[in-house]
């Protein structure tokens, strides 16, 4: 499976990609606005979401949901949640704190919803039983995760232009993409507790119209400028800007980020 990233890596890591994030995080939320028709939000009063970013899921879940309903989210990212408390939203609370270990009492939301997370977190078990744990009976919980690999180009022209130009990684870290398969997916949601288990695949295209469009963004993320002063950036830039030529201009198709969604019900 390898190495797993532990809790104090990802706070440090996202705390650093915030400002690139913030650029880019139309992504995401068009992949949570999936979830919305699933979670019958009219009816609840009382949801949780864990790994909240910088709000903007809170803004589309305020479109939906009662005036008096209360939003509770977190994010292991202190800067992240700084964001979200600036926003003042309606009725919402923000703290700093991980998805797997949350304050929250036993069987106190009717709605659970974690965008893009599950995947990231050292031990998804953990995570899961503790959405399970803070649900209400008849409760509804969403999870999205990466989706396959060969469907998610907004990831891979990255991975693939960076292993063409200085080879394959000697990175061991887990990779994102391992909860892709909806049968394990569901399978460990299942084991958490949950009744029953809906899943689909949806795809969120990332808006660059242009090749030096896509570029910038690729070339301004904190790990790529880190690569900067290596021997062999300049041969990556090559590789990456000839892999998103390849999809935007001879393909004429958009760099996209697939999901796998799972609504699962308590």
Known sequence: MGEVVGNEQLRVFWNQLLPWYLENVEVPTAIYSTMIPM???KSARKVAETGCGSGNGIEVLRLYLPQD???????LAEEMVNVVQSRNFLNTHCIACSNDELPYED??????VSNVSLQIVPDPEKMLSEAYRILAPGGIAA????GRQENSSFHTVLSDAIEE???????????NFHLNDPLRLKALIKAAGFSKVLTYFTLAPCGYRTVE??????????SVNKMRSGEHFELFSQCLRRKIHEILVVKEETISFECLVAVSYK
Do not use: T
């Open 39 to 41: 979670l019958k939000l």
């Open 69 to 75: 309903a209360e939003i509770f989210a977190n994010d």
């Open 107 to 112: 069987n106190s939301f009717d709605r659970y």
């Open 143 to 146: 999870f999205s995760v990466w």
């Open 165 to 175: 130009a200085m080879g394959p990684s000697q990175d061991h870290k887990r990779s």
């Open 213 to 222: 469009e896509a570029m910038e963004s690729y070339l301004s993320r904190p």
